[in-house]
């Protein structure tokens, strides 16, 4: 099987385009859930869904009124409902944050403290100031916090962890101006959210025959909230989707594929898969991640973690076959960050590494974006790469 390609544009466009959204539990998660099962099974492969109790979250209304005018706002993914009216407090560094009463205060997060979204708690990556941030907020308990976007004109949420217990929303740079030129005045904020019993699922597709070591190949195919999510990452569940039939070609070649189903919101639903083994170093092989491929405007890139030398350089001189992909630095992030720490050969394949937050997660991330032709060269380098492991 060849054209790569239109193959992977037609399960991209089926996954950002006709279902659109795939919040983790949410209905369109599932949809594409079935989606991914049926095209596999039709390969020939036996499909097993781990299940994972995960809330499925949504947000009915969210208002915020200063001084009885409304502002923009939205409310963070996973916030609790709530009602609460308090005066402002502006707090823009972690000492600020420490000193600071917020007893019957709602606290503007602005500057060092939203930089970046604030780090779950579960992830592996946090640093202690990010766990000084959460610590600080749980144990003064404010009725609401309000986040302020760093950037200009862009509004997605800043806070998204399940385990964070305090109402929030997040405001653009505009309307935390306002607020913090507002310090001491009331502000009301309203959340009107659900929270209900979900799964959510690992698929994960092998040959009945299938025994020994194994390369895994995986791809996550849920979102963030609002957004399709064709370049992350239905492209990366496309591409896996393709590989699957191609593969079928191969009945030889020992691969597992394993469409992670939490990348965005849960390490715990992803980290399931490699607590299934005791020694994961002894039954995988190698791993190749692929999250963000197919932009028109970026550049197909190649992280290595933990590889031998001597696969590392023949994966080079694969690489240098393409012209438009190259070697990147490893970027700790995704779902390979599973495997590398065990000693697991791994590939990460993506475009630049880390991902663009002004294009990722938003409702930008949209099919416009998306080229054949840069799909195809994703698939094409990685079904080379494959075969250095066999």
Request: include cysteine; glycine fraction near 6%.
């Amino acid at each position: 099987m060849k054209n790569f390609g239109k193959r992977v544009y037609e399960h991209v466009q089926h996954l950002a385009g006709e279902i659109g959204c795939r919040m983790i539990a949410a209905p369109g998660y599932h949809t594409a859930g079935g989606y991914i099962r049926e095209v596999l099974e039709k390969c020939g492969l036996d499909v097993e869904a781990q299940a994972i109790d995960f809330p499925y979250w949504f947000a009915e209304e969210t208002r915020l009124e200063l001084d009885g005018k409304p502002m923009d706002a939205i409310p963070n993914v996973f916030s609790p409902p709530c009602h609460a009216a308090a005066p402002l407090v502006p707090l823009g560094t972690l000492a600020e944050l420490e000193a600071a009463d917020l007893t019957c205060c709602i606290p503007v997060l602005y500057g060092y403290l939203t930089r970046e979204p604030l780090t779950v708690k579960e992830a592996f990556y946090a640093s202690e100031n990010d766990h000084r941030v959460v610590q600080a907020l749980e144990e003064k308990r404010p009725p609401a916090i309000i986040a302020v976007h760093p950037q200009l004109h862009k509004r997605w949420a800043l806070i998204e962890d399940c385990q964070f217990t305090i109402p929030s929303v997040t405001v653009p740079a505009g309307e935390g101006l306002r607020l913090i030129r507002s310090a001491g005045q009331t502000v009301s904020v309203k959340i009107c959210s659900q929270s209900k019993a979900g799964k959510a699922k690992n698929l994960i597709a092998r040959r009945t025959s299938a025994a020994g070591k194994r390369i895994v190949l995986c791809a996550h195919y849920d979102t963030k909230i609002d957004t399709p999510g064709a370049w992350d990452n239905a492209s990366g569940a496309g591409a896996l989707l393709t590989l699957a039939e191609s593969l079928a070609e191969s009945p030889s070649v020992p691969v597992e594929l394993v469409f992670f189903g939490g990348e965005e919101y849960s390490m715990s639903v992803d980290q399931a898969y490699i607590n299934r083994f005791d020694r994961p170093a002894e039954d995988i092989l190698a791993a190749i991640n692929l999250d963000g491929i197919g932009h028109a405007l970026k550049t197909t890139t190649v992280a290595f973690f933990e590889v031998p030398a001597a696969i590392e350089q023949a994966a080079r001189a694969v690489i240098r076959q393409f012209p438009g992909a190259m070697q990147t630095e490893p970027w700790p992030a995704s779902d390979h960050s599973w495997f590398y720490p065990h000693g697991i050969p791994t590939l990460a394949i993506s475009q630049g590494g880390l991902l663009n937050l002004d294009f990722a997660h938003t409702p930008d991330d949209n099919l416009e974006w998306i080229s054949p032709e840069k799909l195809e060269e994703a698939v094409d380098l990685t079904e080379k790469l494959i075969r250095l492991f066999v």
